[in-house]
């Protein structure tokens, strides 16, 4: 019998840390940890389609296209005859299959409810063709968020901390079970003057200092439950309400001309280009607003200048995922590859990919959040992965990786007046080059939690760092997102 050589197996214990903001108990769950005023790290597991409570669906599908040199006639035939079919039981009107194939069309619109529009994957491919900076496909519906009459009342606490999801109202006897409703926070000149955004340094490009009446953030939530005068919402408060700022109200809202349960999956997009700094063609492949719940999933978009999907600023509710932002065509400057920009509200950017960009995973003004970016990477970058300008409030970036910058900071006078970016910004178990993660000087602060990376000071040197937190072995929950999400779900 011959000799075997049996190696020995050592078991080593995997270490494992905590955030000093967010444990997870013995029994699994998820214990959030407030500072002296109350605030806490938000729940960010409501956002995306239907926040996260249902699956995106398989539509049936009602009409199959096939490519030919009438293709962007017939795309929008099929759209138009569809929109006049009724909505079945759960919304849909039925799914429009385009097949294998190269479309030519100037760009396609979506404006009314229930209709998906799938590929059969990058055999599918629809080329935004010729000229002509624009977006190739298109979904919105119509008209404005408008205020219901005789419905506003004020918010009488002194302080609702971050991570809230109730506070008293003066009066509730208005107000019901499923009423939607907009949590106002006003801009006022001493929150501007704290914030010193009244005293951006001056260049020739034409700095504009920050404006009151500019500011009025406007959240959109769904009460859950009321006691007394206590009102309960869906989704958390992701930025202080201060007496010494105003405080703030609530009303009731509608928005007629709104759609939902649109979708738009697996497709190849590709803009005709001339050059790589060509501008004159395809900008966005895919631009949402006006819209909640819908989809976008399993889309590559290739030499477009700005955008794989850019979410507009009432679109809410919205899930992105497995899509693929690649070889854009523009000059490398501002307001330029924004590979997936959101600058809606409750909104989940997941699994998704972006090569040659500049700002890949990116909220913009005045970004009513939560909004997440879940499990996302970045390659060959040309500026950061944040919030890019002028006050964005609670979005998560969870599992990002990029070789270039994570930044949250004072952007000063870049653009013609960038300011800070933003607030209750969470960076959890990332991956970047470098990063500059500041706390404005008001307001609330941002988060930094098992981010790999070299920190640096940021453009302006003196401004208040955030304090990271990083620890020895693998960070619990790997996935605050995951986490929070599967919590929701029980």
Known sequence: MGLFLIA???????????????????????????????????????????????????????????????????????????????????????????????YRVESIQIAVSGIVLRGEGEETVIVAAGKGQRSLIVV??????????????????????????????ANASNYKVGDKIIVYRPGTQKWISDLKMDQITVRDSGTKQWQ??????????????????????????????????????????????RIENVGIENLYCISDYEG??????????IQMNKIEN???????????????????????????DACKSVDPKSKITGGRRYSFNND???????????????????????????NVFYNCTAEKTHADIGPHHRWSTGTLYDNIVTDGEINIQDRGNW??????????QVVWNCTAAKAAIQNPYVSG????????????????????????????????????????LAESLK
């Open 8 to 102: 020995p197996i050592c078991l080593f214990a995997q270490s494992i840390w905590q955030s000093k903001c967010i444990e997870v108990n013995k029994n699994g769950l998820l214990k959030y940890m407030a500072d002296e005023q109350g605030n806490t790290i938000p729940d960010f597991s409501k956002v995306g389609y239907y926040h996260g409570q249902k699956n995106i669906p398989i539509v049936p599908i009602v009409k199959t296209l096939t490519a030919n040199e009438n293709s962007d006639t017939e795309i929008k035939n099929a759209i138009e005859k569809l929109a006049k079919k009724p909505l079945d039981k759960n919304g849909f009107r039925g799914a429009i299959l385009l097949k294998k194939g190269v």
């Open 140 to 169: 919105s519906g119509t008209g404005s968020l408008k205020e219901m009459k005789n419905s506003r009342t004020s918010i009488i606490d002194k302080y609702v901390a971050v991570g809230s999801k109730s506070f008293t109202v």
């Open 212 to 257: 009151p009446h500019a500011f009025n953030l406007q959240f959109e939530r769904t009460i859950t439950r009321i006691d007394g005068n206590t009102i309960f919402i869906d989704n958390p408060i992701v930025m202080a309400m201060e007496e010494q700022y105003g405080g703030g109200e609530i009303f009731k809202y509608s928005f007629d001309g």
């Open 276 to 285: 790589d700094e060509d501008e004159d063609h395809g900008w966005n492949a």
């Open 294 to 320: 819908g989809w976008v999933r399993n889309v590559t978009a290739k030499h477009f200048g700005f955008s794989c999907v850019n979410l507009g600023n009432f679109a809410k509710n919205i899930t992105v």
């Open 344 to 370: 809606g509200q409750q909104n989940l950017v997941m699994n998704c990919f972006a090569s040659d960009g500049r700002h890949d995973y990116v909220t913009g003004a005045k970004v009513c959040g939560p």
């Open 415 to 424: 653009g013609t007046g960038h300011g800070w970016v933003g607030v209750t």
């Open 445 to 484: 602060i941002n988060y930094v939690i098992g981010l790999n990376a070299t920190q640096y000071n940021g453009r302006l040197k003196d401004r208040p760092l955030t304090i990271w937190e990083n620890g020895k072995g693998t960070l619990q929950p790997a996935s605050l997102f995951k986490a929070q």
